[in-house]
């Protein structure tokens, strides 16, 4: 059924259909509004759930952590300071294989206090062992949402389902919220491949002494690159019953591009009509969406990227001494390609700034003036 | 794919972690400072927790245990536990008052079954002089450690103070008759009408084992000024209004005195219609009255006149002139401010009647006893072969019903350590002093009836539970709901404070923090990382094999009932 919802909410349904078991989380702004709607469900009995009230992020994960070892679905949200309090639990999670599911929406890290859009929280947590899927839309959110519960569970490790602060936790959409038969023939029971028995009682995460430490290393890697194929897999199907698919990137008239511009995101939607109307002044533009991050989609950027002349990558995030994150990544991505496109690294929209067509334009006028990309990240939109 | 996850299935019960301990936690009672300000040393958190299980009867029990007059106390006891109350330093102190008088009056003891099984008799008879709430409370608790009372009471009905001297509307009568039939069911014989006098002491030890005293203040204090004759005495006025005799008083009237005495007199005259002003030398908060009959007197259009000390009372034509001389503050008495002539001002006013409510002292005849402050330093002076023990008003430092039940209970305690087989007068005075330490409730003035018989009070360790000691983490601030609430009616002597009901009886109760005793709320076992509190048929009680003596349980305890201490070296 169609209904007018904010972002959040296309979370929390989502989360509502995938009939989670237990939830924990600490409110902060702007994830507040999911699990606020979530605890309402229990309170009203629509979500046959518990959902455990803590005292902090780093316990809301420990709690979903060990419902999950217990063996029930298994769901929490946060944004920002609340990720970082997360860290240490956050390897813990896919080290110990669990299918959590996880909202996280982007906001900047303080100091100075800031609630808005950026996207260093997340992809700070890069190397944690999280699948991490980035969103455009309402409807994006709400169907990544049911997706990453069969990911979850058919790899074991943990999914991150990322969204924009307030562009998209807060903005009202018009969104297909599907009907609960039609999610379980998608999503059915919850079956563990790893929980607590106590007809047959063992403890969880012991002592992983050097002889089998590094195997688990290498186990949870072959894992997180068994997603590729799972996820392609797992697409096909919810296609084929709700009639929508994403894809691990969206590329938009790649094909004879002279610039492509990268991001992920809201500002993506923006992307498209700037290079929709570039492309009227016959300017060959080109867009590559990144929507899964963790585990990377080498493969599919370089397929996308093969024809540009310059890959203008946008980043609303710095990793300091570097530059943006996502064209960090690409870069490697391309390094083993005999074309190696030239990246050029832009960082615009921290804190909240907006993305605006003006400012993409900035950015692909900038890249089509280049013959070679700049070593270092060009700040665009700065005050002074 | 195959999920590597470590795992192992070596069970934990082999790491006995209890090796680690160097302390442990210990499930101890220990005393609210609500119970340690009870005169009576009623087991006051235990009550609460009962009524909050709504276990009214229970809840009754456990203040029998302790004091034989609920229903009265509910009313008329000036409550010091509730000024000690450790919840006051959080919103608003308990009810406790309030919950006496609703579990009280529930108690339905008419057909004489008692929630205890009085000793055996044992063959020994103690004379009581005076049915007030001293000596009947000696007979009550005696009796039930086995002896046979008998009460000599020089009015027509027993009840002493209770009786002729707390008004109807504080204290109907069917509501104290109700509780001496409770003790006359125990097999107390109360002779009426029968007035001792100290004579009766020398010669007690033909009929009798021992003799408890608790005659009272039978002597008005008079104020010994001219004109005197012309007022009326408190204690006849109170009387005469009970016996019916005192019907209507339409007139002006003047009452000197500032204690509960002339409150009461006050109110009284206000419900047989008269226009009432009292005179008090101090001012009004200096009264000794209690502050809530104060205000309740003026509620009810009772006029204080403050600063003003009678010189003379003089006939004037039909109508009585009072001489007053006026008083000004200079400096502080103790709690009250000190008050000196102010100048040769003086002022009179006319009434009708002039009543004397100034106080009461010990009558000629008692005046060999001594006034007590604290247990233990009671003693009891022999004549010749019995020991004597005076109680109640005549020696109480502190003048209430609820002290006066106190002593009584003391008493029978004394008497009994006095009385014990094989006991010699010499080695007296050291075992009362040594057992009675043993059953003192906290620091306070009371001796808990249940740690002498050897219950579960005797338990309890030193030291009064503080508000620090207290976790709040676990108590929401809840406004105090209903109290006993006045309704006015001027126009009899029908009580004028209603009870609580069951609903606000629970949500008063609940409110309690229940200082000092374990209430079964598992909040230690919910918090323990080795899983080593055990419940069962035995009660809660630690694993010590996994015990680590971190000391979790005892920091989460909402209620200061559990303690750390020392494993043995």
């Not at chain 1, 606020?36 to 309170?43: F, Q, R």
């Not at chain 1, 906001?107 to 929280?121: F, K, V, Y």
């Not at chain 2, 009786?163 to 003790?183: H, M, N, S, T």
């Not at chain 2, 919910?526 to 349980?553: A, D, M, Q, W």
């Amino acid at each position: 059924m169609k209904k007018v919802i904010e972002g959040s909410h296309g979370v929390s349904e989502a989360v509502r259909l995938a009939n989670v078991k237990v939830m924990s989380a600490y409110p902060i702004t702007p994830q507040t509004h999911i699990v606020e709607a979530l605890s309402e469900y229990c309170e009203e009995g629509l979500m046959d759930a518990k959902f455990i009230n803590v005292e902090s992020e780093h316990s809301a994960m420990a709690a979903v952590i060990g419902a999950s070892s217990g063996g029930v679905r298994t769901f929490t949200a946060t944004s920002s300071h609340g990720l970082a309090l997360m860290h240490e639990l956050l390897h813990w999670a896919s080290g110990a294989r669990l299918p959590i599911v996880m909202a996280e929406v982007n906001r900047a890290l303080g100091p100075g206090w800031n609630i808005w859009m950026d996207q260093t929280d997340s992809l700070a947590q890069r190397d944690t062992g999280w699948i991490q899927l980035y969103c455009e839309d309402g409807q994006e959110v709400l169907d990544t949402t049911l997706m990453a519960f069969r990911l979850a569970e058919t790899v074991n490790l943990p999914v991150m389902v990322v969204l924009d602060a307030f562009f998209l936790s807060h903005t009202f959409e018009v969104i297909d919220v599907p009907d609960q038969e039609t999610v379980n023939e998608f999503l059915p029971e919850f079956k563990p491949s790893v929980c607590l028995d106590q007809d047959n009682p063992f403890a969880m995460g012991q002592m992983a002494p050097p002889p089998f430490y590094m195997e688990m290393r290498h186990n949870i890697q072959q894992a997180m690159m068994s997603v590729h194929d799972a996820y392609e897999k797992i697409e096909d199907e919810f296609d084929n019953i709700f009639g929508n698919r994403y894809g691990k990137l969206d590329a938009m008239l790649c094909e004879d591009a002279d610039v492509v511009l990268v991001m992920a995101g809201t500002a993506a939607s923006t992307a498209r009509t700037v290079v929709s109307a570039l492309r009227k002044k016959g300017v060959k533009a080109g867009l590559v969406k990144i929507r899964m991050f963790r585990p990377f989609p080498v493969a599919e950027m370089r397929e996308a990227l093969k024809n540009a002349r310059m890959v203008a990558v946008v980043d609303r995030n710095c990793s300091f001494g570097v530059g943006g994150i996502f064209a960090q990544e690409i870069r490697a991505a391309l390094s083993g390609t005999e074309s190696r496109q030239k990246v050029a690294g832009f960082i615009t929209g921290l804190g909240g700034r907006d993305v605006t067509p003006e400012i993409l334009e900035e950015i692909y006028e900038a890249a089509q003036k280049m013959e070679d990309a700049p070593d270092e990240a060009i700040w665009v939109g700065l005050n002074n | 794919m195959e999920i590597m996850v470590s795992r192992s299935s070596i069970t934990t019960t082999g790491n006995n972690t209890g090796a680690w301990r160097f302390v442990r936690p210990v499930y101890e009672r220990h005393t609210a400072p609500c119970s340690a300000a009870c005169p009576a040393g009623e087991d006051i958190p235990r009550i609460e927790a009962l009524v909050s299980e709504k276990k009214f009867k229970e809840a009754g029990e456990v203040i029998l245990m302790e004091n034989p007059f609920p229903s009265v106390c509910g009313r008329v006891c000036f409550h010091p536990c509730e000024t000690a109350c450790n919840r006051a330093g959080f919103d608003d102190a308990v009810a406790v008052n309030s919950l006496e008088r609703f579990v009280g009056d529930l108690l339905d003891t008419s057909d004489g079954s008692l929630p205890f099984e009085a000793k055996e008799k044992n063959g020994k008879r103690i004379a009581i002089i005076g049915a007030g709430p001293g000596g009947l409370s000696a007979a009550y608790f005696l009796s039930r450690l086995g002896y046979s009372c008998e009460v000599f009471e020089s009015e027509e009905k027993p009840g002493g103070l209770l009786r002729w001297g707390i008004p109807a509307y504080r204290l109907p009568e069917q509501v104290l008759d109700r509780e001496i039939k409770r003790i006359e069911s125990l097999g107390v014989k109360i002779n009426c009408s029968t007035r001792l006098d100290s004579s009766f002491i020398e010669t007690a030890n033909e009929s009798f084992d021992g003799v408890f005293v608790g005659t009272g203040l039978g002597s008005p204090i008079m104020m010994n000024i001219p004109g005197e004759e012309l007022g009326i005495g408190w204690e006849v006025f109170l009387k005469e209004v009970k016996k019916g005799t005192q019907k209507e008083f339409k007139g002006k009237a003047v009452v000197i005195g500032g204690g509960n005495a002339a409150v009461d007199v006050a109110r009284t005259l206000v419900r047989l219609g008269a226009s009432v002003t009292i005179a008090y030398r101090r001012r009004i908060e200096d009264m000794p009255a209690f502050g809530s009959e104060i205000e309740i007197a003026i509620s009810e259009g009772v006029e204080i006149l403050e600063l003003v000390a009678p010189v003379a009372i003089v006939q004037n034509a039909e109508q009585l002139s009072i001489e007053l001389q006026s008083m000004k503050v200079e400096g502080q008495d103790g709690q009250r401010a000190k008050v000196v002539n102010d100048g040769d001002k003086k002022k009179s006013i006319v009434a009708d009647r002039v009543y004397s409510a100034i106080g009461a002292d010990v009558e000629d005849e008692w005046k060999g006893a001594k006034t007590v402050s604290r247990p233990g330093n009671r003693s009891a002076l022999y004549n010749e072969k019995i020991p004597v023990i005076y109680g109640g008003d005549l020696v109480n430092a502190d003048k209430s019903v609820t002290s006066a039940i106190g002593s009584g209970k003391e008493a029978a305690i004394m008497f009994d350590i006095l009385l014990a087989e094989g006991g010699s007068k010499a080695g007296d005075e050291e075992a009362v002093k040594k057992t009675t330490a043993a059953c003192q409730v906290g620091d306070g003035q009371s001796l808990s009836f249940e740690a002498y018989i050897g219950g579960e009070r005797r338990n309890v360790v030193e030291g009064v539970v503080k508000f620090e000691d207290i976790n709040l983490n676990y108590f929401e601030k809840t406004a105090l709901k209903d109290k006993n609430s006045m309704k006015a009616d001027l126009n009899g002597f029908d009580e004028v404070e209603s009870g609580i009901d069951e609903v606000s009886a629970i949500y008063e109760a609940v409110r309690c923090f229940n200082c000092g005793i374990c209430t079964d709320c598992g909040i230690c076992s919910l918090f323990c990382p080795e899983l080593s509190v055990l419940t069962g048929n035995e009660g809660r009680r630690i694993e010590l094999e996994y015990c680590k003596g971190c000391g979790i349980c005892v920091c989460e305890c909402p209620r200061a009932a559990m303690s750390l201490v020392k494993e043995a070296e």
